[in-house]
């Protein structure tokens, strides 16, 4: 088994390893996740008010309960975007990145998470914004070109769509 000690949970085939204060926790949602189906763990994880998904003690998001799977591949593809999400990136060029054609990085990237590359490419910048409209003062023009969006209105959109708030009321809700 191929340990990552900088990763709360570690999937290796059949072998799931946590570590941590509450990593059962982590490792319990994972397995509800495997056997359930990420919709009942998203679930569990909002009734126990659990941090679902944390990968390490950085900074979080929501997003990390769709890396709970064993494609490393695509994981490696995770780990990058999460660097360069800010980037106008295209399926051709994530496809050469992974070392896949498109067609099998599409079919991989949602079986592994559920989602299409774009879709959680999309889901990175939202939950960017999400931070950054929790803890900075920052204009909402400022933080949807600093996420890699030019036109604020459907950057607004998108953002209502996956968090069923403006980025105003947002703020307003959840700002510091």
């Not at 204060?21 to 009942?40: H, K, S």
């Not at 008010?49 to 998001?61: E, N």
Request: aromatic share 10%.
């Amino acid at each position: 088994m191929q340990l990552h000690p900088e990763k709360l949970v570690t999937v290796d085939g059949p072998v799931a390893c946590a570590g941590g204060g509450m990593a059962w926790w982590d490792l319990g949602v994972y397995l509800v996740e495997r056997f359930a189906g990420p919709q009942v763990a998203r679930e569990l994880a909002k009734a126990f008010v659990i941090d679902a998904g944390r990968s390490s003690q950085a900074p979080y998001s929501v997003l990390q309960a769709k890396r709970y799977h064993s494609d490393a591949v695509i994981l490696a593809l995770q780990d990058w975007l999460d660097d360069h999400f800010r980037e106008s990136l295209s399926l051709p060029a994530l496809a050469a990145r992974a070392g896949l054609s498109e067609r099998s990085l599409l079919r991989r990237f949602r079986q592994a998470t559920g989602d299409t590359p774009n879709t959680y490419l999309q889901l990175l910048r939202v939950e960017s914004a999400r931070r950054q409209l929790e803890s900075s003062g920052r204009s909402i023009d400022a933080i949807t070109r600093d996420i890699g969006y030019e036109d604020i209105s459907s950057f607004s959109r998108l953002f209502r769509k996956h968090t069923g708030l403006s980025p105003g009321a947002y703020r307003a809700r959840f700002g510091r």
